[in-house]
């Protein structure tokens, strides 16, 4: 029996991405598109999305359930680790002070980052855990919809 281990890994990759963009997050798959993205007025969430175990089981569920609130970010944006590296990368050059980390999260207002939810945050601990710790961040950074 052969297994086809690409085609397995790009099922998975492409079912990570149906996810979080059907909880409404828009995927920025070139440096060009952060940069566009971060220099826009207001808060942005950006979801670094992976395909390990902890993003599919506890990263993408607080994301597609923290912005059921009162106050959430503007913008809601997602780049893919280890997928669209260019993109990551330039997303990451913007979270000064941090180490590179899937899954996590970072918040902007105006560009600027406020705060960061990594994956030693997320990893081993349950989806509300986190959705508290975004909506926390939301409280603080965010204003009411």
Same mark, same amino acid.
């Given at each position: 029996?052969?297994?086809?281990?690409?085609?397995?890994?790009?099922?998975?990759?492409?079912?990570?991405?149906?996810?979080?963009? $059907?909880?409404?997050?828009?995927?920025?798959?070139?440096?060009?598109?952060?940069?566009?993205?971060? $220099?826009?007025?207001?808060?942005?969430?950006?979801?670094?999305?992976?395909?390990?175990?902890?993003?599919?089981?506890?990263?993408?569920?607080?994301? =597609?359930?923290?912005?059921?609130?009162?106050?959430?970010?503007?913008?809601?944006?997602?780049?893919? =680790?280890?997928?669209?590296?260019? =993109?990551? =990368?330039? $997303?990451?050059?913007?979270?000064?002070?941090?180490?590179?980390?899937?899954?996590?999260?970072?918040?902007?207002?105006?560009?600027?980052?406020?705060?960061?939810?990594?994956?030693?945050?997320?990893?081993?601990?349950?989806?509300?855990?986190?959705?508290?710790?975004?909506?926390? $961040?939301?409280?603080?950074?965010?204003?009411?919809?």
């Amino acid at each position: 029996m052969n297994i086809d281990f690409n085609f397995l890994m790009n099922d998975v990759v492409r079912q990570a991405r149906e996810e979080i963009t $059907a909880a409404g997050y828009t995927q920025l798959q070139t440096p060009e598109e952060v940069e566009e993205t971060f $220099a826009k007025k207001g808060t942005t969430l950006v979801m670094i999305n992976s395909v390990c175990g902890c993003a599919g089981g506890i990263a993408r569920p607080a994301a =597609a359930h923290s912005i059921h609130h009162d106050k959430r970010p503007d913008h809601l944006v997602t780049v893919f =680790a280890g997928q669209d590296k260019e =993109a990551t =990368a330039k $997303a990451r050059s913007y979270f000064v002070g941090y180490p590179p980390s899937s899954p996590s999260f970072a918040l902007l207002k105006d560009g600027e980052l406020c705060t960061m939810v990594e994956r030693h945050e997320i990893e081993g601990h349950d989806p509300m855990s986190v959705v508290q710790k975004l909506q926390d $961040a939301f409280d603080k950074y965010c204003e009411e919809v």
